[in-house]
């Protein structure tokens, strides 16, 4: 997967926050389920603020931008794998699905934390 399939992914998983509000650990906590390289990381947080998905708030929080158009759809399998969040064991398996590709496997107690709409 390339860079910018990378930094379109994570955009659709801000989009996709059912919350107000996100810390900015929360915001990179998310990004990383996508990529962890630092740059990328940035850059996403940068793209998300030009796009309005997100706006910086004094005290470094972020407020999600309401009624975006969710991107990502969630479906769920039974299944024998890892989180991809936690690394726990599980066997009914939650999936992120973009247009083309799919993330994860998680557990449905990570799912809940990642305070995603449509769960």
Same mark, same amino acid.
């Given at each position: 997967? %390339? &860079?910018?399939?990378? +930094? ?8 996709? +926050? ?5 810390? +900015?650990?929360?915001? +990179?906590?998310?990004?990383? !389920?996508? *990529?962890?390289?630092?740059? !990328?990381?940035? $850059?996403?947080?940068? #793209?998300? #603020? ?9 005290? %470094?929080? !972020?407020?999600?931008?309401?009624? *975006? ?5 969630? *479906? ?14 599980? *066997? $009914?398996? @939650? @999936?992120?699905? @973009? ?6 496997? @998680? %557990?449905?107690?990570?799912? $809940?934390?990642?305070?995603? &709409?449509? $769960?």
């Amino acid at each position: 997967m %390339g &860079a910018e399939q990378k +930094v379109e992914q994570a955009l659709a998983l801000l989009e996709s +926050v059912e919350a107000e509000h996100l810390s +900015v650990r929360e915001a +990179v906590e998310l990004i990383e !389920l996508v *990529t962890a390289v630092p740059e !990328l990381v940035r $850059r996403v947080l940068r #793209e998300a #603020e030009e796009r309005g998905i997100l706006r910086r708030e004094e005290g %470094g929080r !972020l407020v999600v931008k309401p009624g *975006t158009p969710r991107r990502v759809r969630l *479906t769920q399998r039974e299944c024998r794998a890892q989180c991809l969040r936690c690394g726990r064991r599980i *066997t $009914r398996c @939650f @999936f992120l699905c @973009f247009a083309g590709s799919e993330l994860g496997p @998680f %557990g449905s107690e990570c799912i $809940r934390k990642l305070k995603l &709409a449509g $769960r």
